[in-house]
């Protein structure tokens, strides 16, 4: 559980990226959608990658076992539609303009912020089902002790 929690941590902190948005001086919505997905993308790059290592810690370790809760969950949901949201209309956009310079890198921009978002709609999506169905990873391996004794 560790892992699944810190996962989503790590998606959602790939905004901390976001103050890179000024660097990049361009004008009008689509531009900002470009460097919106671009600094998400660079965050999430270092975030994710932490948070995984983070989690294995967690989960060899046995720390934080509870299961995530329904507003991570809902917030990971989210996040990760309006990623791939916002990247799949980004492809569609680079795709129609000639006046982009480099369209073979906005298109695999738009790629990667899609799997991005893809991805962490799935993270979201399984916390929310894992509550939902009850799985408590403090009481599984008990319950499985106590069937074996009863067998």
């Not at 560790?2 to 905004?15: D, E, K, S, T, Y």
């Not at 689509?30 to 270092?46: C, K, N, P, S, Y």
């Not at 996040?79 to 791939?84: E, R």
């Amino acid at each position: 559980m560790a892992m699944l929690r810190l996962l989503a941590i790590g998606f959602l902190a790939g905004v901390v990226a976001f103050p890179l948005l000024w660097l990049e001086r361009a004008d009008g919505f689509q531009h900002a959608r470009i460097a919106a997905l671009l600094a998400l993308g660079v965050g999430q790059f270092v975030t994710v990658p932490v948070a995984l290592v983070g989690g294995l810690v967690l989960a060899a370790r046995g720390v934080w076992a509870r299961t995530p809760g329904y507003l991570l969950g809902t917030v990971t949901t989210f996040f990760g539609v309006l990623v791939a949201t916002q990247a799949w209309a980004m492809g569609r956009w680079v795709e129609g303009r000639a006046e982009v310079d480099d369209i073979d890198t906005e298109t695999v921009l738009a790629f990667l912020a899609t799997i991005s978002g893809t991805v962490t709609t799935a993270v979201g999506l399984s916390i929310v089902l894992l509550r939902w169905s009850g799985y408590d990873s403090r009481t599984a391996p008990l319950r499985q002790r106590r069937a074996r004794r009863r067998g």
